[in-house]
């Protein structure tokens, strides 16, 4: 990447063409504003991994230009990469609203950094001054309190990114609507480029306002004689705040399980935006000995994740709740695009199970926390941007909203459907790609473990595909002879009483393998023979199976 003095390079470590990971650069000379570091949650197939975040080795060899991350709101996909940043980049401060803040300390607390953190708290009206840029923030609503957009204001004009937005006119919990005059004045002042959500960029309306929401599932609950178990994500307080006071309206305890819910319940409490009356909450023991109508469950796992609350109680592994006849299930969410078959398969089992589940749009149980098409417009002619950069949305969200800014009158060569890690550079009357950073995935496994590389997981997927076969054999390289075996294991691959024949050509072809490699040198190279085995064998089997599994040499040395 090679940016002009005069240049301001806007750019993506993550969140582009993606639901997730979201995380922005403004870069202008020797100064970076870092805006959100998210995670994205992994597909089907990434065997074993929790969560998906980016290679930071470009901020790292920057380090001294950073300046700030500053932070839109307290989701895991803009705050839950910030440990893994901190613990390369300690010396960042990291500016948050007050929810957003309580969320990232308790995770900065378990990776045991947060004493050699600096944190901020931010608000609407805080004004960050470095030596060249500054920011400012801007109201806008969501599914979570506290919820800001940024503005970088360089000397070629103002980069904005709005986070996650909606225009609730009608926001819950005591939340102020949208700060449209301050949208428009920054619009006024001269908006160089806007970063803008594209999650909903195919939703050709308005998004229904939480509170429309709140109507509804307060009918549902009202109407529901068993208990109810209520799953939802932990940080949309806002739907944690209506269970909680439809469960109250109709005099039901509330227990509440997973600990990601627990603090974000508390932290709700802690800021003043849950007023929970005494007696509310209870614990598990004495939620099992409420009258189902008189009880709810406040639980995670709404996304069918495997270790989540409710999988564990759909499971019947939960050590203090089981599933009972009656039971009401409320999911109150949408499946994260990569979650529908886990969700679908969660639903599956607690149907199967007895349960009643209530989800999906046909209930209302649910509104996007994300702007439609006609909210993306109301931004653009509030801001009126000099550039439109669509972000946080995979691909075809992405070129769908660049439509939209074009019909609200942007020129389309001012309209950039970029990748992670396309730098733009932009002055007010210039405009140019000027390079790319290389960015690759990083895979963070059930361990916390961020060094699971691309070839483990790539490992995992076809052991998963194609199973396993173990070639043993004991040799003699001096001599150049084959003392025991070859034998065969088949895991996942075939199931070897019924494959004999196969596994004995497969045992001939190997040995004739050994004997020609271990002729061709009088001191032949372990790692060698190894290589041939697989590359040979792998053919071999694919000829009679067309499949392709992991081969794996155990070849036994005689000393």
């Known amino acids: 990447m090679k940016l002009k003095n005069n240049e301001v390079g806007v750019y ?18 020797d100064e970076i504003i870092i805006m959100d570091c998210g995670i994205k949650f992994p ?34 996909d803009h705050i839950g990469g910030i440990p893994y940043l901190l613990k390369k980049i300690p010396e960042i401060p990291v500016y948050a609203t007050p929810f957003a803040l309580a969320l990232i300390r308790g995770k900065l607390d378990e990776h045991g950094i947060l004493n050699s953190s600096e944190l901020h708290e931010e608000h609407e009206d805080t004004v960050l001054k470095f030596d060249k840029l500054s920011v400012t923030f801007f109201r806008t609503t969501h599914s979570i309190p506290d919820t800001l957009g940024i503005a970088v204001h360089t000397p070629e004009g103002a980069v904005l990114f709005t986070g996650d937005f909606k225009f609730d006119l009608t926001p819950v919990m005591n939340q102020p609507a949208p700060d449209f005059q301050e949208m428009a004045k920054l619009g006024k002042e001269g908006v ?22 709140a109507h509804s599932l307060h009918d549902i609950i009202t109407g529901i004689k068993g208990r109810i178990i209520f799953a939802t994500f932990a940080s949309n307080l806002y739907r944690v705040s209506t269970a909680i006071k439809a469960a109250v309206d109709t005099g039901r305890k509330v227990a509440i399980f997973g600990r990601s819910m627990e603090n974000g319940v508390q932290n709700g409490i802690d800021l003043g935006y849950l007023d929970i009356p005494e007696g509310t909450l209870v614990d598990a023991n004495e939620i099992n000995h409420t009258p189902p109508e008189k009880a709810m469950i406040l639980c995670t796992g709404s996304q069918g994740e495997p270790l989540a609350a409710l999988s564990r109680i759909a499971d019947g592994t939960h050590r203090q709740i089981s599933l009972q006849p009656g039971d009401t299930v409320i999911f109150s969410s949408n499946p994260i695009p990569g979650n529908t078959t886990s969700v679908n398969h969660l639903i599956n089992k607690l149907t ?7 989800h999906g749009k046909i209930h209302n149980v649910h509104t996007s ?15 009126k941007p000099e550039y439109f950069i669509p972000v946080h949305g995979e691909y075809r969200m992405q070129v769908v909203h660049t439509e939209t800014a074009q019909s609200t009158g942007m020129p389309k060569d001012h309209t950039f459907v970029l990748k992670n890690g396309d730098v733009l550079a932009l002055t007010k009357d210039s405009s140019r790609i000027a390079g790319h950073i290389n960015i690759p995935d990083v895979f963070v496994d059930t361990s916390g ?5 691309n070839i483990v997981v790539r490992d995992r997927q076809i052991l998963a595909e194609e199973g396993l076969v173990v070639v043993v054999a004991t040799v003699d390289y001096k001599h150049q002879r084959v003392l ?7 895991r996942g691959f075939v199931y070897m009483r019924e494959s004999t024949e196969l596994i004995s050509q497969a045992q001939k072809h190997v040995y004739h393998i050994l004997k020609t490699e271990m002729a061709k040198d009088p001191q032949p190279k372990e790692n060698e023979i190894r290589k041939a085995i697989i590359e040979n064998l792998q053919d071999f089997l694919y000829s009679k199976t067309e499949r392709r599994p992991m081969i794996l040499p155990m070849l036994i040395e005689k000393k």
């Open 192 to 213: 160089l480029a806007l970063l803008s959500d594209s999650t909903n960029a195919e939703v050709p309306t308005f998004t229904k306002s939480e509170r429309f929401v």
């Open 449 to 453: 473990s961020d060094d699971v590389g």
């Open 369 to 383: 926390g994300h702007a439609g098409q006609e909210e993306q417009k109301m931004m653009i002619e509030l801001t």
């Open 43 to 76: 597909e089907d197939d990434m065997m074993g991994i929790n969560y998906v975040i980016s290679d930071y080795s470009y901020l790292v060899k920057n380090r001294k230009k950073i300046k700030a991350l500053v932070v839109t709101h307290g989701h895991e």
């Open 12 to 29: 993506a470590i993550g969140g582009l063409g993606e639901i997730g990971r979201n995380m922005y650069c403004v870069e202008y000379q």
């Open 352 to 358: 199967e199970a007895g349960a009643n589940v209530v």
């Open 484 to 490: 025991a075996g070859p034998d065969i294991l088949s």
